[in-house]
C-alpha cells in the first residue's frame, strides 16, 4: 500500500486545531504539535504554519522550542519578545537573556516542567 501525499494544507489545518487545545498558562513544543498532527518529522513546518498567521483565535505564543527557549525570528528580538510578553501576561514565567553579548543559547526560556502542556494524543477534524 502507497503512503499517502503529505497535504500541507491538512497538517496546517491541524496544527491550528491543536495550537487552539493549548491552555492559557501552557506552552507546548514545535515537535510535539508537529507528532500530534500525524507528522513527528514536520516540527519546522508548524513553525512556518505559524509565521504568517492571521487567525488571532490561534494562540501562536504558547509554542516555543523543544529546549524551552522562544525562537529568534531574525527581527533583533522584536518577536521573541513580543511572545514573552505575551506568555507573562497568561501567568507564565519567562526568564530573560542575561549579560553583556548575550547571543546563541541567550534566548528567553520558559519552564517545560512547570508550564508544558505534551498530551500523548489529541481528536482532531477533517477540514
Known amino acids: ?3 499517502q501525499p503529505f497535504d500541507a494544507a491538512q497538517f496546517h489545518a491541524h496544527v491550528y486545531q491543536i495550537v487552539r487545545l493549548i491552555p492559557s498558562g501552557h506552552v507546548t513544543s514545535y515537535g510535539h504539535i508537529a507528532r500530534l498532527a500525524g507528522s513527528p518529522s514536520h516540527s519546522r513546518m ?3 504554519a505559524l509565521k504568517y498567521l492571521q487567525d488571532d483565535s ?3 505564543q504558547r509554542v516555543i522550542g523543544a529546549s524551552g527557549a522562544i525562537s529568534e ?3 533583533g528580538g522584536q518577536g521573541a519578545r ?3 510578553d505575551r506568555l507573562r501576561e497568561e501567568g507564565v514565567e519567562v526568564t530573560e537573556p542575561q549579560g553583556a553579548g ?7 526560556k520558559v519552564s517545560l516542567s512547570t508550564y508544558g ?3 500523548e494524543s489529541v481528536q ?3 477540514e
Open 117 to 119: 502542556w505534551f498530551p
Open 58 to 60: 490561534v494562540p501562536w
Open 102 to 108: 548575550v547571543g546563541v543559547g541567550g534566548q528567553f
Open 46 to 48: 508548524v513553525g512556518s
Open 73 to 75: 525570528r531574525g527581527d
Open 124 to 126: 482532531l477534524e477533517d
Open 82 to 84: 513580543r511572545q514573552a
Open 1 to 3: 500500500m502507497a503512503a
